[in-house]
């Protein structure tokens, strides 16, 4: 019974994280439904920051530090993302932005995960990695 309801809860948690709505603000209910999607997910899939540590580092350093050092900061970050899913899962019906960037362990794989501000009220979505990247280019008047 209790695998079921384990079962049940994941496929609802990654339901409600498909996709985040293209718009400039968000709503209440879509930034609780985002946060509470971040806490159930963050809670069942933050052993992924291990393998996901593991090949980072082996990319960034080598494949013996990979092995160590990923493994090590992969704990870390399975750890923060444990702990930041419980309080998400806890606190969604205040409607702030999720605590670890990015929301999800297998969104922007190759960037580590950042955690804060706690209690960010702003209704923007987060930036992604490639609108981060990218300056917006400023628009010019033609001449007449």
Not at 11 to 28: M, N, R
Not at 56 to 85: I, P, Q, S, Y
Not at 110 to 124: A, E, I, L, V
Request: charged share 15%.
């Amino acid at each position: 019974m209790c695998a079921w309801v384990r079962i049940a809860a994941l496929l609802g948690a990654f339901v409600f994280s498909a996709q985040l709505p293209a718009v400039e603000d968000l709503t209440y209910g879509e930034m609780v439904r985002t946060k509470l999607a971040s806490g159930i997910t963050n809670m069942a899939f933050g052993i992924a920051e291990m393998p996901k540590n593991m090949i980072n580092t082996a990319n960034e350093v080598n494949a013996l530090m990979g092995a160590t050092g990923g493994v090590l900061k992969g704990t870390l970050h399975t750890m923060g993302r444990l702990l930041a899913g419980g309080l998400d899962f806890i606190t969604f019906p205040v409607p702030s932005q999720p605590i670890t960037h990015p929301t999800f362990v297998w969104q922007q794989f190759s960037t580590d995960t950042t955690y804060g501000p706690y209690f960010d009220m702003s209704r923007k979505p987060p930036l992604t990695e490639t609108q981060a990247r990218v300056a917006p280019v400023p628009r010019v008047a033609p001449d007449p």
